[in-house]
């Protein structure tokens, strides 16, 4: 395949003023057309984006110029969209989370084996430079003995998917799942214990979401995570991995640059910043992660050897058992 890999966007979430400035950095890609649930929303969104074409979902997923989709829309409706494209023979970029469970992701790799096409949640955190570099220093600082991470923020708009229970919002699946993968990332195991609590329905506002949440997971050698998520509590998005000979620290680990290494009475700063190749577009990583799907695609590649469909699965499995315990059900399930 010598020509650039062609994307369709499919949906016109808000998350595209900042995915956008990441495809604007590749070379290796054109986006043919954007679609969405009206076609008002998706003129707006290729006007703003100089996007050639305007589609509805159905006229989308039969266009045979289109390579793989991307799927920027509320969790509630990925794996409805995914599932269709995937039946039209699409490849598909959907973003996290996946799905709203578990059982939702296995019904979506069923699909994507059944049409024999790519796959994959768009976790860009996996994909940055200085991943690599957390990942060779981990034996400087001996055996990791505990993980910790909070990833929150504040909303204060009441009205937002965030607050809603129908739209499967809260804390856990928003920003609590980045906790979950960094945590996985490094220690590249499943918790045998994890427990924790929520904060729902406690003002006047009534949520029925989890508004923010800690937990602990425990490992097979002892291992620990510690993490929190809130979207009504801001917290520093710092990561810290603890060893036996020293520790990390990440700032904003959930779109990694920096890595602080200590080691005794030495400390060492790595960097790895985002390249940016235009004049006031700065592009926060998004880039990463579609150049690895661009070359997935050119290498006729199912599944992503990175972001693979078992870690999508031990993720949302692990959002599904922290949910039980808070009794935390969505009324699509």
Same mark, same amino acid.
């Given at each position: %395949?010598? !020509?650039?890999?062609?994307?369709?966007?499919?949906?016109?979430?808000?998350?595209? #003023?900042?995915?956008?400035?990441?495809? !604007?950095?590749?070379?290796? %890609?054109?986006?043919?057309?954007?679609?969405?649930?009206?076609? +008002?929303?998706?003129?707006?969104?290729?006007?703003?984006?100089?996007?050639?074409?305007?589609?509805?979902? +159905?006229?989308?997923?039969?266009? &045979?110029?289109?390579?793989?989709?991307?799927?920027?829309?509320?969790?509630?409706?990925?794996?409805?969209?995914?599932?269709?494209?995937?039946?039209?023979?699409?490849?598909?970029?959907?973003? &996290?989370?996946?799905?709203?469970? *578990?059982?939702?992701?296995?019904?979506?790799?069923?699909?994507?084996?059944?049409? @024999?096409?790519?796959?994959?949640?768009?976790?860009?955190?996996?994909?940055?430079?200085?991943?690599?570099?957390?990942?060779?220093?981990?034996?400087?600082?001996? #055996?990791? !003995?505990?993980?910790?991470?909070?990833?929150?923020?504040?909303?204060?708009?009441?009205?937002?998917?965030?607050?809603?229970?129908?739209? *499967?919002?809260?804390?856990?699946?928003?920003?609590?799942?980045?906790?979950?993968?960094?945590?996985?990332?490094?220690?590249?195991? +499943?918790?045998?214990?994890?427990?924790?609590?929520?904060?729902?329905?406690?003002?006047?506002?009534?949520? @029925?979401?989890?508004?923010?949440?800690?937990?602990?997971?425990?490992?097979? =050698?002892?291992?620990?995570?510690?993490?929190?998520?809130?979207?009504?509590?801001? %917290?520093?998005?710092?990561?810290?991995?603890?060893?036996?000979?020293?520790? %990390?620290?990440?700032?904003?680990?959930?779109?990694?640059? @920096?890595?602080?290494?200590?080691?005794?009475?030495?400390?060492?700063?790595? +960097?790895?910043?985002?390249?940016?190749?235009?004049?006031?577009?700065?592009?926060?990583?998004?880039?990463?992660?579609?150049?690895?799907?661009?070359?997935?695609? !050119?290498?006729?590649?199912?599944?992503?050897?990175?972001?693979?469909?078992?870690?999508?699965?031990?993720?949302? =499995?692990?959002?599904?058992?922290?949910? &039980?315990?808070?009794?935390? &059900?969505?009324? @699509?399930?």
């Amino acid at each position: %395949m010598n !020509r650039k890999i062609r994307w369709g966007l499919l949906g016109a979430g808000k998350i595209l #003023d900042r995915w956008m400035k990441g495809a !604007r950095q590749i070379d290796d %890609m054109e986006i043919v057309a954007v679609a969405s649930r009206t076609r +008002e929303s998706a003129a707006k969104t290729a006007e703003k984006f100089q996007i050639p074409e305007v589609l509805t979902y +159905e006229e989308m997923l039969v266009r &045979k110029d289109i390579d793989i989709v991307y799927i920027p829309v509320p969790h509630t409706a990925h794996m409805e969209l995914a599932m269709k494209a995937m039946e039209a023979g699409k490849s598909v970029l959907v973003e &996290k989370p996946a799905g709203i469970n *578990a059982q939702q992701w296995e019904k979506m790799t069923e699909c994507a084996k059944k049409n @024999q096409v790519f796959l994959m949640e768009a976790v860009w955190t996996r994909f940055f430079p200085i991943m690599k570099e957390i990942e060779a220093h981990l034996k400087d600082i001996g #055996d990791v !003995r505990v993980v910790s991470t909070n990833f929150s923020f504040r909303n204060d708009e009441m009205d937002s998917r965030l607050m809603d229970l129908s739209r *499967a919002g809260g804390s856990l699946l928003d920003v609590g799942v980045y906790d979950l993968h960094f945590t996985k990332m490094i220690l590249k195991k +499943e918790p045998v214990l994890l427990s924790g609590v929520a904060s729902m329905d406690t003002d006047e506002h009534h949520l @029925q979401v989890d508004e923010q949440a800690a937990w602990i997971a425990q490992y097979d =050698k002892g291992e620990l995570g510690l993490m929190c998520s809130a979207v009504r509590t801001d %917290m520093i998005d710092t990561a810290y991995i603890y060893g036996t000979k020293g520790h %990390m620290v990440i700032p904003q680990f959930w779109k990694p640059w @920096q890595l602080q290494l200590t080691v005794g009475d030495k400390t060492e700063v790595i +960097e790895k910043p985002v390249p940016q190749k235009i004049a006031g577009m700065e592009d926060e990583g998004y880039q990463f992660e579609i150049a690895h799907v661009n070359q997935c695609i !050119r290498d006729g590649v199912k599944e992503s050897p990175v972001m693979t469909w078992e870690e999508t699965a031990s993720i949302l =499995k692990q959002c599904d058992r922290l949910r &039980k315990q808070w009794n935390l &059900k969505y009324p @699509q399930e």
